[in-house]
């Protein structure tokens, strides 16, 4: 069993940067396909990015270039450097976990196994 705690959240400026932890616990990070979904209030839950076991990258193109995905296998702990935030990146933004390879395009919140209660990040 997977547990994931989501931390880094909170109001910034546009323009202003954040980043948000995923600490893992019940198994390593370097096991597993990692991932970030958020969702903003009547909106529909999107994926934003993934890390595989071996450390290959996706992210959404909504966030292209301006976040980046990457793990730290010494404190199991996943992360998302979010840069350049702006109004509408405002959501809670969840961890995600999964056996195995990534799922193509990020997937779907229901291809991975694990999830974490989220963490709200507000730009305004």
């Known amino acids: 069993h997977v547990q994931l705690v989501e931390s880094g959240g909170g109001l910034v400026q546009p323009g202003g940067s954040l980043r948000l932890s995923c600490a893992a616990s019940g198994y390593t990070v370097s096991r597993l396909c990692m991932g970030w979904f958020r969702q903003a209030p009547g909106k529909e839950r999107e994926f934003v990015a993934r890390?595989?076991?071996?450390?290959?990258?996706d992210t959404a193109d909504s966030v292209k270039g301006r976040f980046t995905i990457s793990q730290d296998n010494a404190k199991n702990t996943v992360y998302i450097q979010m840069n350049s935030l702006k109004p509408e990146d405002s959501a809670m933004y969840s961890c995600?976990?999964?056996?195995?390879?990534?799922?193509?395009?990020?997937?779907?919140?229901?291809?991975?196994?694990?999830w974490g209660q989220g963490t709200q990040v507000t730009v305004s």
């Open positions: 890390i595989s076991e071996v450390g290959t990258t």
């Open positions: 995600v976990a999964r056996w195995g390879e990534c799922p193509d395009s990020g997937g779907s919140w229901y291809s991975y196994g694990w």
